[in-house]
């Protein structure tokens, strides 16, 4: 990825359209690699075509089309590199099930704190919020978490221990399992 020891790599991947906000993603980034210039931005994942082409142009356009890097769709069996290689995700717009998949990793995310999807992970500090579609907001989270490595070594371990915990698919299966045989009960009395 040429990505240097000092710099730190943010991350986001998906499937990437306008309710994805990458838009906004890029306009924070904009800002923040003026005052913080050893930080790139990793985008894994594809959309439609005219909005890909927009988020480049716009890269291109801004001057910061050397420290954002597109990549296309890998394989799920792929993503954990990419997110053990980034030091912060950032899925700015609607909920992603790559989220889940990160934080699997101990990768600290950033995401809208008013997206209910993302409680368990707020409840549980795995997870930092800004206010979705607010730049400013978006740029001072990031800022935070970049100069703040104690910080985003807290939201690893908090992301590691929920996902083992609360999000493993044994877990999930197992609860699965349970509302599944208490709603055959209810259903027989």
Do not use: C
């Not at 990458?22 to 690699?33: E, P, T, W, Y």
């Not at 005219?50 to 792929?78: A, P, S």
């Not at 954990?80 to 909920?95: H, L």
């Amino acid at each position: 990825l040429g990505i240097d020891n000092n710099e730190l790599l943010l991350i986001s991947a998906g499937k990437f359209d306008m309710y994805k906000d990458i838009h906004i993603l890029l306009k924070a980034f904009k800002g923040l690699s003026v005052i913080l210039p050893n930080i790139k931005l990793l985008l894994v994942g594809n959309g439609p075509i005219d909005y890909m082409q927009k988020l480049k142009d716009y890269t291109d356009k801004v001057g910061i089309g050397r420290k954002v890097l597109f990549k296309d769709f890998v394989k799920n069996t792929e993503l954990p590199k990419y997110y053990n290689a980034s030091d912060i995700g950032i899925w700015p717009g609607n909920p992603s099930i790559t989220v889940i998949e990160a934080i699997a990793t101990g990768l600290p995310v950033i995401v809208p704190i008013d997206d209910h999807a993302y409680k368990i992970l707020f409840e549980n500090e795995a997870a930092v919020g800004f206010e979705r579609g607010n730049t400013e907001s978006l740029i001072g989270i990031i800022s935070e978490l970049v100069t703040d490595a104690e910080f985003r070594f807290k939201l690893s371990i908090n992301s590691l221990a929920i996902s083992a915990d609360l999000l493993s698919w044994e877990k999930i299966a197992k609860k699965s399992i349970s509302i599944y045989l208490k709603a055959l009960h209810h259903d027989k009395t």
